[in-house]
């Protein structure tokens, strides 16, 4: 919901503009990485994701980049549209144990574009 | 359209009374999760389900119990044990929890509220 922003860096962009949104995750050993868009009120939605054995994924409009050595991903939304602001964030998967696999959220970044 | 539905959007809850929030889905998944998601902090697992009739504790069940009784269903309780319910509570699904790649798919959320 609208609470969800609040506390959360915020990136302001001009309309047509490029977008990069940056997460810094935690396990060095974690397999898979999502970006998911949060709309206030709504759930999650998932944009793109990238296994760890490729450093660049691209989707529409969107590009995922991974760097392994500082555990780095981000995330580059081309020529920004005012419905591209909503809370994004990364979410890294790891290996558990017993055949389970563990989800980490990170705590998001608000996108507000400006027309 | 296949998804993920959760209601109500909106639930208040008496300061000892127990509420219980919906969570259906009929994209036919094995796995079925519920979040907290508080202002300023990552998603937070409360419970999680790989099959039907099975469910386990994630990072902070205390005060909150599930069941899954149908494939397509994981209602989750707010019990009076859980002091701190104010929160936005997001319910997901997988294939399978136990395959890599498994981007989760959200519903739109229950804000509930302390009266």
């Known amino acids: 919901g609208e609470s969800v922003g609040l506390h959360l860096p915020t990136l302001s962009v001009q309309e047509g503009d490029n977008s990069i949104i940056n997460c810094a995750y935690s396990n060095s050993a974690s397999d898979y990485f999502i970006w998911y868009k949060q709309e206030s009120g709504k759930g999650p939605q998932f944009i793109i994701d990238i296994r760890s054995n490729m450093d660049k994924r691209q989707g529409q409009r969107v590009t995922v980049l991974l760097n392994k050595t500082v555990k780095h991903l981000s995330l580059q939304i081309a020529a920004t549209q005012p419905g591209d602001s909503a809370v994004y964030f990364c979410a890294e998967i790891s290996y558990s144990g017993a055949g389970s696999y563990q989800l980490t959220f990170g705590k998001g970044t608000k996108l507000s574009v400006i027309p | ?115």
């Open chain 2, 1 to 115: 359209d296949g998804g993920i539905t959760q209601s109500p959007k909106y639930l208040f809850r008496k300061e000892g009374q127990n509420v219980t929030l919906s969570c259906e889905q009929n994209l036919n998944h094995d796995a079925m999760y519920w979040y907290r998601q508080d202002p300023g902090q990552g998603l937070r697992l409360i419970y999680y389900s790989q099959i039907v009739n099975d469910f386990q504790k994630g990072d902070i069940a205390e005060g909150y119990s599930v069941s899954r009784e149908k494939k397509e269903s994981f209602p989750l309780t707010v019990t009076s044990a859980q002091k701190n319910p104010t929160a936005f509570y997001l319910c997901a699904s997988s294939i399978s929890r136990d395959r890599l790649v498994q981007p989760q798919h959200f519903g739109d959320g229950t804000r509930l509220s302390i009266l």
